[in-house]
């Protein structure tokens, strides 16, 4: 059971060969979305200019959050989870997308639905990942 990270969705709907490739060998009632990684993504489509392929994206976006819903494959952020993300904020967590950062909020709450739903996040490694060990990840992109 997988849980997309934001970045993965959005890289699946951007047609990223090694991400389709992954989403493709896993049945699709394995794969989890965060509605806050589907909160995210909706904004990011809905400010992309239709020139750059703003209506495609939005029919991707539709078509992989009908099947989430078709199979039950939506979580979201409860109070269990709530609790988790608290825990996380303890953490120095540092991400790496063209240079290192700190963890935002809205990332660590998708990373806390991992935790607590035991699903195996999908992202690229982040120097974060070694901080967690109980946060199981799978790279798509190898």
């Given amino acids: 059971m997988y849980l997309f990270s934001t970045q993965t969705l959005m890289d699946l709907l951007c047609g990223m060969p090694e991400v389709k490739e992954f989403a493709d ?3 699709s009632n394995a794969v989890y979305l965060s509605v806050v990684s589907l909160g995210i993504v909706d904004e990011a489509i809905r400010e992309t200019p239709a020139k750059d392929g703003r209506d ?6 539709r078509r992989v959050l009908s099947m989430a819903r078709t ?3 939506v979580e979201v952020f409860g109070e269990s989870t709530a609790s988790i993300w608290a825990k996380l904020g303890s953490h120095d967590l540092i991400v790496d997308d063209d240079g290192e950062r700190a963890m935002s909020d809205v990332e660590r709450m998708v990373v806390a639905t991992a935790l607590d739903r035991k699903l ?3 992202e690229q490694v982040q120097p974060y990942h070694r901080m967690l060990p109980e946060l199981k990840v799978v790279d798509p992109h190898g």
């Fill in 25 to 27: 060998n896993v049945p």
């Fill in 71 to 73: 199979h039950s494959t």
């Fill in 56 to 61: 495609q994206l939005d029919r991707l976006f």
């Fill in 120 to 122: 195996v996040l999908v």
